[in-house]
């Protein structure tokens, strides 16, 4: 099988985890803890980085430490992971779902500017599949109406916005790190932000809010969302090969685009002005008529030849916990997208003759209808 994004753990992955083995350092505190933060603040081009759980913990803590609470609202696109929306329902918070732009699948900044009201407590833009929000203009709407920016930066590590690295425009941040990202530990997420209190905050909130190091006495209801030094251990290693994996990354993009840009039907990731990609997953649009099938039947016939393809997530509105009555009239371009969008196999470790064999896939399939 032609798997979508295995992780590629060709670096020093085995040796750092089995350091950690030989010393005892496993769990919560160790050197790989600090040393991916660092790493990461440094590639990013941020002050402070903070270990967590997830992203999903990495953005619940952020929204906590930005104030958000019941009665606020937190502006979101329509197209994102679920993890998005959920952070701002733990907070007791009113996610507002504005839809997204046809070229990215990122959130349209002049739907945001239609959402801003006097109970926006955050907006949070999502930079999906590793292509940038347009935060030159998010960011002009939040400061002209003083309302704060978390970036969900989760899929767009080593992702660029006119030169200045994604994470890095708003008051705070989320990466992850789980099994599909381009850096994985396993498991595992970080909170950016150059504001040096706010990084504190958050440290102290996913270390059970503990305030005294000798007592088990705690200031605030804090959480165990702490990562391992075992995770951090991996997450170090894939740092020091993420120029590599992201250079291979675009090579696999430049050869889908060469063997599918031209099929009738076929349109792959569009670029903004300024945008640099992680080339994280390769998505494409498949208009039906022109084509000859839908995304679906794509999906299932490389299925049949064992290589495994996705649909782009579904408008969030879909989801029992936030469904709306009139979702497809309010986030179109959502619909459309899911509809009409497939994820193919982008793994650092996809062969040249394995790319060629999704191509040539995807070819037949459109030939064949
Ligand atoms: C856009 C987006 N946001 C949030 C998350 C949540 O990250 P995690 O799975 O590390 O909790 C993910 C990844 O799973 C994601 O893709």
Redesign the pocket.
């Known amino acids: 099988m032609i798997h979508l994004s295995i992780p590629d753990l060709r670096g020093n992955e085995w040796k750092y985890l089995k350091e950690c083995l030989d010393t005892n350092w496993i769990t919560s505190v160790g050197r790989f803890l600090d040393d991916f933060e660092n790493s990461l603040a440094s590639f990013v081009g941020a002050k402070y980085a903070v270990a967590c759980a997830?992203?999903?913990?990495?953005?619940h803590v952020a929204l906590q430490m930005l104030g958000v609470q019941a009665g606020d609202q937190v502006i979101v696109p329509a197209t994102?992971?679920i993890?998005?929306v959920n952070v701002v329902l733990y907070c007791q918070a009113t996610p507002v779902i504005v839809d997204v732009e046809d070229q990215t699948f990122n959130m349209d900044p002049a739907r945001l500017a239609e959402a801003i009201n006097d109970h926006t407590k955050v907006i949070l833009p999502?930079h999906?599949y590793g292509q940038p929000c347009q935060m030159d203009k998010i960011m002009a709407i939040a400061e002209s109406t003083s309302v704060c920016v978390l970036e969900?930066a989760?899929?767009s590590i080593g992702t660029r916005y006119k030169k200045k690295h994604t994470g890095t425009f708003g008051r705070i941040s989320?990466f992850?790190?789980?099994g599909?990202?381009l850096v994985t530990c396993g498991?595992?997420?970080m909170i950016v932000t150059d504001d040096e209190e706010l990084a504190r905050q958050c440290r102290h909130l996913v270390t059970q809010a503990r305030s005294d190091s000798l007592e088990y006495l705690h200031d605030a209801l804090g959480y165990n969302y702490r990562l391992t030094n075992m995770q951090a251990a991996v997450g170090l290693a894939q740092m020091e090969r993420l120029e590599q994996m992201i250079d291979r990354r675009r090579q696999i993009f430049s050869k889908y685009q060469q063997g599918l840009a031209e099929l009738p039907g076929w349109r792959g990731p569009g670029y903004i002005h300024g945008a640099q990609s992680n080339f994280w997953l390769y998505t494409a649009l498949v208009e039906p008529q022109e084509f000859g099938m839908t995304s679906r039947e794509l999906m299932a016939c490389l299925r049949e030849r064992q290589i495994e393809a996705r649909p782009i997530f579904a408008p969030v509105c879909e989801n029992k916990h936030l469904s709306c009555v009139d979702g497809r009239e309010r986030f179109p371009v959502a619909y459309k997208i899911w509809e009409q969008g497939i994820v193919l196999p982008s793994g650092a470790g996809l062969t040249d003759q394995q790319i060629d064999q999704v191509i040539d896939a995807v070819r037949c399939a459109a030939s064949d209808s």
């Open positions: 997830s992203g999903t913990a990495a953005m994102t992971f993890a998005t999502v999906l969900d989760c899929e989320a992850s790190f789980n599909n990202k498991g595992g997420g």
